[in-house]
């Protein structure tokens, strides 16, 4: 009987030091950056069994998605001109928008929802959500769905 394989969504800042050193070893060979696992595993200061160990299990939030669609919610400063600088970001980016919604701004501030297809992101659906942040106007970001 195979066992069910679980899968759990963390935060990269509690992670053990072996695996978060794993993850940039597997960046590191994937983009190229080193040829080999010695190489890799020398650079970030982990052992070649911890790697092995590891390796397989460990996977780029955005490579387990099924889908590519993700939905996103965000607050919004209501200034003229912000929307678009979002809509601008996710299409520099791959992106196609598929649905979006904006509450009536309250106090200044608009809640928007947003569905992107991601099948021709440039970036991680990760690397998206920390430079959708960093847009002028967008306060606190996040992911609330795939499908």
């Known amino acids: 009987m195979k066992k ?10 509690i992670l053990p030091e072996s695996i978060a050193k ?5 960046k590191m060979l994937e983009s ?9 595993v020398e650079r970030v200061g982990l052992s070649r069994s911890a790697f092995y160990k590891y390796k397989d299990g460990i996977f780029p939030f ?3 998605m099924s889908e590519k669609i993700m939905t996103f919610t965000f607050s919004l400063d209501h200034m003229s001109g912000y929307l678009s600088k ?11 928008v598929l649905t979006i919604n904006q509450t009536i701004p309250l106090q200044g501030i608009a809640t928007i929802s947003m569905s992107v297809d ?21 306060r606190k970001a996040m992911i609330v769905g795939r499908g």
């Open 4 to 13: 069910e394989e679980k899968f759990y969504l963390i935060r990269s800042d």
């Open 22 to 26: 794993t993850i940039e070893a597997k």
């Open 32 to 40: 190229g950056e080193v040829d080999t696992v010695n190489e890799a």
């Open 62 to 64: 955005n490579a387990m």
């Open 86 to 96: 979002v809509l601008t970001y996710v299409a520099d980016q791959g992106g196609n």
């Open 118 to 138: 991601m099948a021709n992101l440039r970036v991680s659906s990760t690397e998206f959500l920390d430079g959708l942040q960093l847009i002028p106007g967008v």
